[in-house]
């Protein structure tokens, strides 16, 4: 069984950035996808960003200012977050899709705000 733990979620201004990091618990192998999705109160969780193979697809609202990568060797996988404003607060959350099986981090809240 694979755990996925976040980390990097806070408090940041508007204009600010920040670095979400999700951590496998093990080496994993097979990895069919992975992405970052948010869920604000209220709201449908949505998918921001994600990786296919070595295709990247971004939501149109964070296209530009949002940018997923992976760390194979450290089982890590990022959302750097650029120029953020209040409509990205929201919980992020993390999920990989590994020989057909969702995993799913527990959420890092991220609050963007004066």
């Known amino acids: 069984q694979v755990q996925l733990v976040e980390s990097g979620g806070g408090l940041v201004q508007p204009g600010g950035s920040l670095r979400l990091s999700c951590e496998a618990s093990?080496?994993?192998?097979?990895?069919?996808?992975m992405g970052w999705y948010r869920q604000a109160p209220g709201k449908e969780r949505e998918l921001v960003a994600g990786?296919?193979?070595?295709?990247?697809k971004y939501s149109e609202s964070v296209e530009g200012r949002f940018t997923i990568s992976g760390d194979s060797a450290r089982n890590t996988m990022y959302l750097q977050m650029n120029n953020l404003t209040p409509e990205d607060t929201a919980v992020y959350y993390c999920?990989?899709?590994?020989?057909?099986?969702?995993?799913w981090g527990q959420g890092t809240q991220v609050t963007v705000s004066s």
């Open positions: 999920k990989m899709v590994i020989r057909r099986t969702d995993y």
């Open positions: 093990k080496t994993i192998y097979g990895i069919d996808a």
């Open positions: 990786i296919w193979g070595k295709a990247r």
